[in-house]
């Protein structure tokens, strides 16, 4: 059996954007056995989506640049629609503070008030953009496979930008970066920022944050999808065989192939029941989850060097409440705390349709692992926070959700610098085993198409 074997039964596990973007490129290129195995009752991992008043709301994922070019494809093949996002709020608030909590975003990022520093503020992002575009050839191919022979890289990116005198950039880099849960510009390792932030997506963040932007073409800005993000990926999942609710007891790996138990659900009436055990061969498995270790080796028989990449990976734990606020709306969709709270507070409150009262505040928490008085702590901030806004939670209201994930699947800067990456790139394959997501290329979604694409045209295409 090879890999390019279009009756190869190939299980995927994890219908996040990882799964199903891999499920996706397989089918184009012809495999006809491809079985997505989802833990939950629903796809699109992060990309968690919710309709409220006939509107769609995202609770996770949101955003797609001019630059997510394979997400942009999937989108026009699958019909999903797109609208702008623009205009950006800043805002801080002190303890007990009540009041015009406001301030000017583009005063802050630029460091004063005067056409002077305004000017100064857009050369330092020219220079930027200059710079990673000489990078470019770098950051062309998908994942890190080399990058540790590029050491002015391997480093942090607060040094990065200090290395290349850009460090008065860091408030602007906060916004897309350390507020989106992607940890301070001192923890994300280089070229984690530096493949997200392309010149295209740096461009298209500048243009969107100011308010004439809605005039300009949506190719220019950051966009949405209309019916929200997940809604994209259940398009996706359309055509391929997604099963949900599924749940992986045991995963043998041999010569021969992949032995899979699961369990998964049957209706009886009414009633949903676990199915008894079942067992399957699969030739190939592609993982697609942002596995702990801790989690796999309770189902697979990880080989050494697979558990030692797997225990090097680190998280982020990041938190989305949402509730109905009562008696106000947004200056602007979207509002910053800047300069950034300390953790465990929002960092960014969203109201994504002014005439809805559903927000969404992120933040960062406190803990290494979600806790119960991580979200206990959290809403007693937001209640802080909407009452300076002069609005009230709706507690008596239809919806609420919190959500906390360890989120941001990365290594340090010294595991670039000693070729981790390149490690993993050696074993994918090793005992009909592939591995996708965040982790290998950066945690946006784009990326995590991209890499996919590039895996399955690598060890599956390549090989006809
Ligand atoms: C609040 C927030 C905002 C974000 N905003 C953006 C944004 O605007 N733009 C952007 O590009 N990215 C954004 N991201 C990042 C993006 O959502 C992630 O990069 C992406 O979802 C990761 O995809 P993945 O497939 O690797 O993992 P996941 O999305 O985590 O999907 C993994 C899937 O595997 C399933 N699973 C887990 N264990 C098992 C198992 N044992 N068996 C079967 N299935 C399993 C999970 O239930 C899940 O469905 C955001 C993330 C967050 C949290």
Not at 131 to 160: D, M, N
Not at 392 to 402: A, E, F, L
Request: glycine letters at 8%.
């Amino acid at each position: 059996m090879r890999s390019s074997d279009r009756n190869a039964r190939i299980l995927i596990l994890g219908a996040g954007p990882g799964g199903l973007s891999a499920a996706h490129y397989l089918r184009r290129y012809g495999y006809k056995n491809v079985t997505v195995f989802e833990k939950l009752g629903r796809v699109g991992g992060l990309c968690r989506s919710v309709t409220e008043d006939n509107q769609a709301f995202d609770l996770g994922a949101a955003v797609v640049s001019p630059d997510y070019r394979e997400v942009l494809k999937m989108a026009r093949r699958t019909g999903a629609r797109l609208e702008k996002v623009f205009g950006a709020a800043a805002f801080s608030l002190k303890k007990g503070e009540i009041g015009e909590p406001y301030h000017r975003l583009l005063d802050y990022l630029a460091g004063g008030s005067s056409w002077a520093e305004y000017l100064r503020y857009l050369l330092l992002c020219l220079q930027y953009i200059w710079k990673r575009f000489l990078l470019r050839e770098v950051f062309r191919r998908p994942g890190w496979a080399g990058i540790a022979s590029h050491p002015e890289l391997c480093v942090t990116f607060s040094e990065w930008l200090k290395n290349n005198r850009l460090e008065e950039l860091g408030r602007l880099f906060e916004m897309p970066i350390t507020t989106f849960g992607y940890g301070n510009l001192d923890e994300i390792p280089a070229p984690y920022a530096l493949r997200y932030m392309s010149p295209m997506t740096l461009v298209a963040v500048l243009l969107s944050g100011i308010k004439f932007s809605r005039f300009l073409p949506g190719v220019l800005l950051v966009r949405r999808f209309k019916d929200g993000f997940q809604r994209f990926w259940e398009k996706v999942a359309w055509d391929l065989n997604v099963r949900l609710n599924v749940e992986v007891k045991a995963i043998k790996r041999s010569d021969e192939g992949i032995t899979v138990t699961y369990t998964h659900p049957v209706q009886i009436i009414g009633d949903q029941l676990a199915h008894a055990e079942d067992k399957t061969r699969f030739d190939y498995l592609i993982v697609a989850f942002p596995v702990l270790k801790e989690n796999l080796e309770k189902t697979m028989d990880l080989t050494e060097e697979e558990a030692w990449l797997q225990s090097r990976t680190e998280f982020i734990p990041y938190a989305v409440a949402s509730f109905e606020i009562a008696d106000l709306v947004l200056k602007e969709r979207v509002a910053f705390h800047l300069p950034l709270p300390p953790l465990g507070e929002p960092m960014i409150v969203s109201q994504p349709h002014p005439d809805n009262e559903l927000m969404a505040f992120y933040a960062r928490l406190p803990s290494t692992e979600p806790t119960p008085d991580d979200e206990r702590r959290l809403r007693e901030h937001i209640e802080r926070y909407v009452k300076a806004f002069g609005g009230r939670i709706k507690t008596d209201d239809d919806w609420h959700s919190y959500d906390a994930w360890l989120y941001f699947k990365h290594v340090s800067v010294e595991e670039f610098r000693a070729g981790y990456y390149d490690r993993w790139e050696n074993i994918q394959g090793d005992n009909r085993t592939f591995y996708v997501g965040g982790l290998f290329d950066f945690d946006y979604v784009e990326g995590i198409a991209r890499y996919s694409r590039s895996l399955i045209e690598k060890h599956f295409v390549e090989g006809d």
